[in-house]
């Protein structure tokens, strides 16, 4: 498959010269010609590749080269999550190295509207008197960070990575909440990461998030739920 799609890409790039915002495939028929397939083993192979999301069909109007979703990533770090090929602390430790880059980032390049957009659920979390919508906002406020960055690599790492982050989110959050005011310390520590992204001042966000970390790790220990703690993270019984 990989060799076949190489050579795809090559045709499409001698027909489309430049990106202009979407590629609209050479006919089937074209595409069959240039790769030297028949059309039965070309529609085969391009029947996958609209099924990881690669390619759209639009009726009428011809087939079309997209950029997809991080839908084939997440599914995989959802099963390596659940199969155990990953664990939850081996996350957080990815999660800690992408979330430096990111808010530094952030706090170069977010718009009005992003720094808006962070306020609004900042102030929600802090504000969030049930369990889930505070896991929700933790969640968006973390991933809209990513969106700040204006990094289309880093918001497609964050994407492929959303499902199992906001499994891990959920899972640090049900720690500290068994800890007296441990979730209303560690929603605090966004308050300063939020400012440091609206000041444009990347080191203080990047100390802010360092921070953060470390607050929910100090409450985490603390947790009655807390079942083995290790040199790095910790494992809950949930």
Same mark, same amino acid.
Do not use: C
């Given at each position: 498959?990989?060799?076949?799609?190489?050579?795809?890409?090559?045709?499409?790039?001698?027909?489309?010269?430049?990106?202009?915002?979407?590629?609209?495939?050479?006919?089937?028929?074209?595409?069959?010609?240039?790769?030297?397939?028949?059309?039965?083993?070309?529609?085969?192979?391009?029947?996958?590749?609209?099924?990881? &999301?690669?390619? @759209?069909? %639009?009726?009428?109007?011809?087939?079309? !080269?997209?950029?997809?979703?991080?839908?084939?990533? +997440? #599914?995989?770090?959802?099963?390596?999550?659940?199969?155990?090929?990953?664990?939850?602390?081996?996350?957080?430790?990815?999660?800690?190295?992408?979330?430096?880059?990111?808010?530094?980032?952030?706090?170069?390049?977010?718009?009005?509207?992003?720094?808006?957009?962070?306020?609004?659920?900042?102030?929600?979390?802090?504000?969030?008197?049930?369990?889930?919508?505070?896991?929700?906002?933790?969640?968006?406020?973390?991933?809209?960070? &990513?969106?700040? @960055?204006? %990094?289309?690599?880093?918001?497609?790492? !964050?994407?492929?990575?959303?499902?199992?982050?906001? +499994? #891990?989110?959920?899972?640090?959050?049900?720690?500290?909440?068994?800890?007296?005011?441990?979730?209303?310390?560690?929603?605090?520590?966004?308050?300063?990461?939020?400012?440091?992204?609206?000041?444009?001042?990347?080191?203080?966000?990047?100390?802010?998030?360092?921070?953060?970390?470390?607050?929910?790790?100090?409450?985490?220990?603390?947790?009655?739920?807390?079942?083995?703690?290790?040199?790095?993270?910790?494992?809950?019984?949930?």
């Amino acid at each position: 498959m990989d060799a076949f799609v190489e050579r795809l890409l090559e045709v499409i790039a001698a027909s489309n010269p430049q990106f202009d915002g979407e590629i609209r495939l050479p006919s089937e028929r074209d595409i069959a010609q240039a790769l030297e397939v028949n059309r039965a083993t070309l529609r085969e192979k391009m029947a996958v590749l609209e099924a990881m &999301g690669f390619i @759209t069909r %639009n009726q009428g109007s011809g087939t079309y !080269l997209s950029i997809p979703r991080a839908n084939i990533l +997440k #599914l995989s770090f959802d099963m390596a999550l659940r199969f155990k090929y990953i664990n939850i602390e081996q996350l957080e430790e990815v999660r800690e190295i992408i979330e430096v880059g990111v808010v530094r980032n952030a706090a170069q390049n977010a718009s009005g509207e992003d720094i808006r957009a962070l306020e609004y659920f900042l102030h929600r979390l802090i504000e969030a008197q049930e369990a889930e919508y505070g896991h929700e906002l933790d969640y968006t406020f973390h991933m809209h960070l &990513g969106i700040a @960055t204006h %990094n289309p690599v880093l918001i497609m790492i !964050l994407e492929s990575l959303s499902s199992a982050l906001r +499994k #891990l989110l959920s899972h640090r959050r049900r720690l500290v909440s068994m800890v007296p005011r441990g979730l209303e310390k560690t929603n605090e520590t966004h308050i300063d990461i939020f400012e440091a992204v609206r000041d444009r001042d990347p080191e203080r966000a990047v100390a802010a998030m360092f921070r953060h970390f470390t607050i929910w790790k100090d409450y985490a220990g603390k947790s009655p739920g807390l079942k083995k703690a290790t040199g790095y993270g910790v494992e809950a019984e949930v």
